[in-house]
């Protein structure tokens, strides 16, 4: 069974940080596109960023200002969001494509999802 599980969100002042994680545990072969996904009542969900092969991705609404990063040792992925917007504010979820030990089928896994709430 694969488990990802988030951290890091919270309430923080127009203009300010914060950083994201999410890991990746259980029964694991390999780890392939980790991603940050973020959804506001009412709208669907969009990505904000992902990272494959040391190639990352970015929603062009949070280029400059947000960066995604992994440790692959430790199946974590990372975002760091700095100039936070109050537009930002959401639930934000991260996903992974996992190929787990058993069956060895690559599938889509998604966290439980961390509040980020952003004030003007």
């Known amino acids: 069974q694969v488990q990802l599980v988030e951290s890091g969100g919270g309430l923080v002042q127009a203009g300010g940080s914060l950083r994201l994680s999410c890991a990746a545990s259980g029964s694991i072969f390999s780890v392939n596109t980790m991603g940050w996904y973020r959804q506001t009542p009412g709208k669907q969900r969009e990505l904000v960023a992902d990272?494959?092969?040391?190639?990352?991705n970015y929603a062009d609404s949070v280029k400059g200002r947000f960066t995604i990063s992994r440790d692959n040792a430790k199946n974590t992925v990372y975002l760091q969001m700095n100039s936070l917007k109050p537009e930002d504010a959401a639930v934000y979820h991260c996903?992974?494509?996992?190929?787990?030990?058993?069956?060895?089928?690559?599938?889509?896994?998604w966290g439980q999802g961390t509040q980020v709430t952003v004030s003007s």
């Open positions: 996903s992974a494509e996992v190929v787990p030990v058993w069956p060895r089928i690559q599938q889509t896994y």
């Open positions: 990272i494959s092969s040391g190639i990352t």
